[in-house]
């Protein structure tokens, strides 16, 4: 490609990835890299665009290896309770939205802080005086928990006499009447079944907006984790208007409770996708929850919560059915990508996988293992044998709310410390890519490599790191970001070599040369290109 001489793009100056080290220069052609280095400032000319960077640093655009666009993008369709730091303040917010929007026929936001109330646990009368006569439905930050009001209880059908559903948890008060929070999925859905839905106009914004938001932060693809029908016509209408500015590819719900019927629906979804035939736009994964989450106490673990003996969580799946379906999507084209907090669950996942490579074949599946909050020592060598990516949530490996007071308390101190055992898993042989749960955490990358080349929080507590041999050196937590996000996608990206995609992001300074590696969130994006193209953002 070094000898094409119709480049539509030459950058020259400070430039920089993990694998090619130092270059001067890059050509671009047809959406991708075409020369590098001399080659590259040879293509420079009259009708080239060309760009000096003297100031920042020029890297591949960041990816994003887990995150769910459109949940994040609606959350600014309702009250604004993610910015609220009490229980107060977001009882406040939500009358305070509801009587600006009198026209709403349910009140529904996005995303509490869980480590607001004791265990998480938020009482229905609480939002009952705020709004009595609507319903009013808001999703936790882990967008495993939903804390409602009574009128909607009562719309969903949720009285004192209704047992835990399937796959699902409906704490009580002491006095056994329903509580008002409902946990995982066989309770929230119960009155996800019956909230008014919101419009297709209003999750075409919300997908405008998310993808301005990662533009800005120098992303330009991301794996949406949790695509269920409704959001796939979100999808579907945004690339038939092209507008989708930046890539995406989905992950197609699995429901174990609609096994295997809806494996047709999933392949009849990837053949909408590919009819459309937009660019930007994919549909080759199919994303299975293993289980819960460890504030809930519904992550999957090989022994028991502390204080609750035996109690090892839940397993979404049964392991027997997890494994078919694996073996089934996998012998379908698709990648499996599983969301797996616990040990127990990480256990169950990585036999899914190991039983589908056994039935259909050695081949580079990579599939791929999400969050792997804890991993017993005996799996850890299977990641590497099996060829299964992890995809880690840097910011969660910190001494946060979240942290000391919802997961330290159910783990104990011993197996706290064992959390997100990054650097080891990489030592052994695991290939890595980073992403956010975004709007779960921020979407920022520069914020997670700071958190993951430091283990601590904003206020650079503990002064050392929590479990600081687990820090991850700059340059490997930039390659989870971008070369790793583009392994686990299939993509040639991630680099600055030629063949491979034109994404790249101007940073507003050079990340080496910071007083330390929390700083890394000092730096800000410039400029994002996709394809060669500089993409409008929202500054």
Not at 69 to 79: I, N, Q, R, S, V
Request: aromatic fraction near 6%; proline fraction near 6%.
């Amino acid at each position: 490609m070094t000898d094409d001489p119709h480049a539509s793009l030459v950058i020259t100056g400070n430039l920089w990835c993990p694998s090619e080290g130092e270059l001067d220069a890059l050509a671009v052609t047809d959406g991708r890299i075409c020369a590098v280095g001399a080659d590259a400032l040879g293509l420079a000319g009259d009708g080239v665009e060309t760009v000096e960077v003297t100031d920042g640093l020029l890297v591949p655009a960041f990816g994003d290896g887990h995150a769910h666009p459109l949940f994040g993008g609606l959350e600014a369709e309702g009250p604004q309770v993610r910015a609220q730091d009490s229980v107060e303040a977001i009882v406040a917010e939500v009358r305070r939205w509801a009587q600006a929007h009198p026209e709403a026929a349910w009140v529904r936001g996005a995303s509490y802080d869980s480590s607001l109330s004791p265990e998480g646990l938020f009482d229905a009368r609480w939002l009952d005086a705020a709004v009595p006569d609507r319903p009013v439905a808001l999703r936790a930050w882990d967008y495993h928990t939903m804390w409602v009001n009574t009128r909607a209880l009562e719309l969903a059908g949720i009285t004192d006499d209704t047992p835990d559903p399937v796959l699902g948890e409906i704490p009580r008060r002491p006095d056994g009447s329903v509580l008002g929070t409902l946990r995982e999925w066989g309770a929230v859905d119960l009155v996800n079944a019956v909230a008014e839905p919101w419009s297709k106009e209003a999750g075409l914004r919300a997908l405008e907006r998310a993808a301005r938001a990662y533009a800005d932060l120098g992303i330009t693809w991301v794996q949406d984790a949790w695509v269920e029908p409704d959001t796939l016509e979100v999808y579907l209408e945004a690339a038939r208007a092209d507008r989708l500015p930046i890539r995406f590819n989905l992950g197609l719900y699995a429901d174990p409770r609609h096994w295997p019927d809806q494996l047709d629906d999933l392949l009849e979804a990837r053949r909408r996708v590919e009819q459309v035939g937009h660019p930007h736009l994919t549909a080759h994964t199919v994303k299975f929850f293993a289980d819960g989450v460890v504030e809930n106490a519904t992550a999957a673990v090989l022994s028991h919560y502390c204080g609750c003996p035996g109690d090892t969580g839940m397993l979404v799946w049964d392991p027997d059915l997890l494994a078919r379906a694996v073996t089934q999507v996998d012998a379908a084209g698709f990648q499996p990508h599983i969301h797996a907090i616990g040990d127990r669950a990480v256990r169950v996942a990585l036999d899914a996988v190991e039983t589908a490579a056994r039935a259909n074949g050695l081949r580079d599946r990579r599939a791929v293992l999400a969050h792997v909050q804890l991993i017993d020592e005996a799996d850890r060598a299977r990641l590497a044998r099996l060829g299964v990516m992890v995809n880690a949530e840097p910011l969660w490996a910190q001494l946060d709310s979240l942290m000391t007071v919802l997961n330290y308390p159910r783990l104990g101190d011993d197996r706290s410390a064992m959390q997100y055992p990054w650097a080891s898993l990489r030592a052994g042989g695991a290939e890595m890519s980073f992403g956010s749960d975004w709007p779960v955490s921020s979407a920022d990358p520069l914020e997670g490599m700071a958190v993951a080349c430091s283990r601590q929080t904003a206020d650079r507590e503990p002064a050392d790191g929590w479990t600081p041999h687990e820090r991850l050196p700059v340059d490997e937590a930039f390659r989870c970001y971008t070369a790793g996000v583009a392994r686990q996608g299939f993509r040639d990206a991630g680099r600055l070599a030629v063949g491979c995609e034109a994404d790249f992001a101007l940073l507003s300074a050079d990340p080496r040369g910071l007083a330390g590696p929390r700083d890394l969130d000092s730096v800000r994006v410039v400029a994002t290109w996709v394809g060669g193209r500089r993409t409008p953002t929202s500054s």
